[in-house]
Antibody
Framework: EVQLVESGGGLVQPGGSLRLSCAASGFTFSSYDMHWVRQATGKGLEWVSAIGTAGDTYYPGSVKGRFTISRENAKNSLYLQMNSLRAGDTAVYYC??????????????WGQGTLVTVSS | QSVLTQPPSASGTPGQRVTISCSGSSSNIGSNYVYWYQQLPGTAPKLLIYRNNQRPSGVPDRFSGSKSGTSASLAISGLRSEDEADYYCAAWDDSLSWVFGGGTKLTVL
C-alpha cells in the first residue's frame, strides 16, 4: 500500500524558513517523480514543485527562488525547503507521487498533508 | 485566478447525471493529458480520472472523463450522496509547470 506521510509543518514568522519532509513507503521511491501541492484554507489546489527521478526540479513562478525540492532515495524521503516565507504561503502542503517516466505524468497518490502557517 | 477554468459549483439530485467542465489552452489541455481529482470534505485529494478518460482501479464506472481540443469534462452518472465533494482538473503546461482548475463544489440535493 502506497503511503506518504508529511511532517515539519508549523507556525513560522514572515521571512522565516521551514523544511517539510515526506516519508514514502509501499513503492519503489527512486522510480517515481514526486510533487508538493498546497491548499490554503477554503481554496483550491496549487502545484508547488516537482522532482524527477534524475533529480531535475520544477517550480511555478510563485515559489521559484524561495523553495527548493529535494529527495533522498536511500531514505525514501522527499523534502521541501521553504525560505523567505510570506503570509500567502500559509496552506496545507501535500506530498504526492507522480509518474515513473516523465514529470508530465500526473499525480496518483497524495499524503494527508501538513499545515504551514506564516504569521507574526 | 487559476490557469484552468472550472465552474465554482454544480448540483444534482440522486440518480441524475452531472457534468463538470474544465477549460484551458493549447499549452496545457490542448497538448497534454487531463487528470481529475475528488476531494471529500476534510480529506486529501484522490485520483479519479487519468490520461483524459482512464479510471484507476476502484473508481466506479459512474465516473467518466473526456477531452476535446482545449476543454475537458468529468461526468458523474447515477449521482449518489457520497459524491458530494470538490472536484479538480489538472494538466501539465508546456511552460514546465502543473496547473489546476479552481475546483468545483458538487452538491447532491
Amino acid at each position: 500500500e502506497v503511503q506518504l506521510v508529511e511532517s515539519g509543518g508549523g507556525l513560522v514568522q514572515p521571512g522565516g524558513s521551514l523544511r517539510l519532509s515526506c516519508a514514502a513507503s509501499g513503492f519503489t521511491f527512486s522510480s517515481y517523480d514526486m510533487h508538493w501541492v498546497r491548499q490554503a484554507t477554503g481554496k483550491g489546489l496549487e502545484w508547488v514543485s516537482a522532482i524527477g527521478t534524475a533529480g531535475d526540479t520544477y517550480y511555478p513562478g510563485s515559489v521559484k527562488g524561495r523553495f527548493t525540492i529535494s529527495r533522498e532515495n536511500a531514505k525514501n524521503s522527499l523534502y521541501l525547503q521553504m525560505n523567505s516565507l510570506r503570509a500567502g504561503d500559509t496552506a496545507v502542503y501535500y506530498c504526492a507521487r507522480g509518474g515513473m517516466t516523465t514529470v508530465t505524468t500526473g499525480i496518483d497518490y497524495w499524503g494527508q498533508g501538513t499545515l504551514v502557517t506564516v504569521s507574526s | 485566478q487559476s490557469v484552468l477554468t472550472q465552474p465554482p459549483s454544480a448540483s444534482g439530485t440522486p440518480g441524475q447525471r452531472v457534468t463538470i467542465s474544465c477549460s484551458g489552452s493549447s499549452s496545457n489541455i490542448g497538448s497534454n493529458y487531463v487528470y481529475w481529482y475528488q476531494q471529500l470534505p476534510g480529506t486529501a485529494p484522490k485520483l479519479l480520472i487519468y490520461r483524459n478518460n482512464q479510471r484507476p482501479s476502484g473508481v466506479p464506472d459512474r465516473f467518466s472523463g473526456s477531452k476535446s481540443g482545449t476543454s475537458a469534462s468529468l461526468a458523474i452518472s447515477g449521482l449518489r450522496s457520497e459524491d458530494e465533494a470538490d472536484y479538480y482538473c489538472a494538466a501539465w503546461d508546456d511552460s514546465l509547470s502543473w496547473v489546476f482548475g479552481g475546483g468545483t463544489k458538487l452538491t447532491v440535493l
